[in-house]
T-cell receptor, first 110, second 113 residues
């Protein structure tokens, strides 16, 4: 059974600082990995999808890396802004479904 | 292009009643997934439908059921509601099941009183 862990559980940084969010998974036989953002009480917004053959993906200030062999992914958010405050969820795609981590709740202080 | 749409946004039911939640996937997506997000428990996989068939289900009792219609929309039914069924129910769609990426709706907040 796939286990996904996200560290840290919560993070508070001043505006402008770079964010580093970590995700680890136990079974490296995954198809892909997807990072999501969730605002309180809302649905999930997809941030980045990393195919299993890729090592990283970038979109604007966001960059995500994937190391399947070690079962790790890292999401980097450059020059954080108060609007980046949310919960960030890592999900691995294996076979037929997503397995989610518990998330990292980020607060960016103005 | 319209995203994944879910209805209703909020639903309040009494314990023992039935609840029906609806989901319309992105055009062209054939797979629909249902997830439950209860307070403090994270996202739990409920059901997967593809091409009108239930392909797999998570560790939930049979009173959680659903179906997928010919137009690929789906509904989730929860019978004999219990207080602990109160949660945000999220629907996602994808093109097939091989990890093309998933798009989620905004969810239905179910409250059982």
């Amino acid at each position: 059974k796939q286990e996904v862990t996200q560290i840290p559980a919560a993070l508070s940084v001043p505006e402008g600082e770079n964010l580093v969010l970590n995700c680890s998974f136990t079974d490296s036989a995954i198809y892909n990995l997807q990072w999501f953002r969730q605002d309180p009480g809302k649905g999930l917004t997809s941030l980045l999808l990393i195919q299993s053959s890729q090592r990283e993906q970038t979109s604007g200030r966001l960059n995500a890396s994937l190391d399947k062999s070690s079962g790790r992914s890292t999401l980097y958010i450059a020059a954080s802004q108060p609007g980046d405050s949310a919960t960030y969820l890592c999900a691995v795609i294996d076979d037929y479904k997503l397995s989610f981590g518990a998330g990292t709740t980020v607060t960016v202080r103005a | 292009e319209a995203g994944v749409t879910q209805s209703p946004t909020h639903l309040i039911k009494t314990r023992g009643q039935q609840a029906t939640l609806r989901c319309s996937p992105i055009s062209g997506h054939t797979s629909v997934y249902w997830y439950q997000q209860a307070l403090g428990l994270g996202l739990q996989f409920l059901l997967w439908y593809d091409e009108g068939e239930e392909r797999n289900r998570g560790n939930f009792p049979p009173r959680f059921s659903g179906r997928q219609f010919p137009n690929y929309s789906s509904e989730l039914n929860v019978n004999a509601l219990e207080l602990e069924d109160s949660a945000l129910y999220l629907c996602a769609s994808s093109f097939g099941s091989d990890g093309y990426g998933y798009t989620f709706g905004s969810g239905t907040r179910l409250t059982v009183v």
